[in-house]
């Protein structure tokens, strides 16, 4: 199953809801991401039949390795792209909001090359 823009969007949200150590339940997404219940539990339904999630009897979700790997990716490129932009002088909600769009759909190559550029850049 081809993972859409959305699927990474919800992916991304599960891994930064785990970063404190707990796993995630459908309405943390809701909460977070501010959609509504059935659209939540759709996505979360497709992710699961897809492997990129498990979801345990009691409703916590967790990633399967295909699902971190790919998270970890658009969470990477989300946090460089908005401080790529953050130093072109682009305000912070701005940065982020445009960032979210961005690495989705940046190739493999920009982005390595804004990367390169941010992590050896001192000023």
């Given at each position: 199953m081809a993972l859409l823009e959305s699927g990474e969007m919800y992916l991304e949200t599960i891994f930064v809801l785990s970063k404190n150590g707990k796993k995630p339940r459908s309405i943390d997404i809701v909460e977070h991401m501010g959609y509504s219940k059935?659209?939540?539990?759709?996505a979360v339904g497709l992710?699961?039949?897809?492997?990129?999630?498990e979801v345990c009897k009691d409703g916590f979700i967790?990633?399967?390795?295909?699902?971190r790997e790919i998270a970890e990716k658009i969470y990477e490129r989300h946090t460089i792209i908005t401080s790529f932009l953050k130093?072109?002088?682009?305000e912070e909600k701005a940065a982020s909001d445009d960032a979210c769009k961005i690495e989705h759909v940046i190739s493999d190559s920009s982005f390595?090359?804004?990367k390169k550029y941010i992590l050896t850049d001192k000023q």
């Amino acid at each position: 199953m081809a993972l859409l823009e959305s699927g990474e969007m919800y992916l991304e949200t599960i891994f930064v809801l785990s970063k404190n150590g707990k796993k995630p339940r459908s309405i943390d997404i809701v909460e977070h991401m501010g959609y509504s219940k059935p659209s939540v539990s759709r996505a979360v339904g497709l992710l699961k039949t897809g492997g990129y999630i498990e979801v345990c009897k009691d409703g916590f979700i967790s990633m399967t390795e295909l699902g971190r790997e790919i998270a970890e990716k658009i969470y990477e490129r989300h946090t460089i792209i908005t401080s790529f932009l953050k130093k072109l002088g682009v305000e912070e909600k701005a940065a982020s909001d445009d960032a979210c769009k961005i690495e989705h759909v940046i190739s493999d190559s920009s982005f390595d090359a804004i990367k390169k550029y941010i992590l050896t850049d001192k000023q």
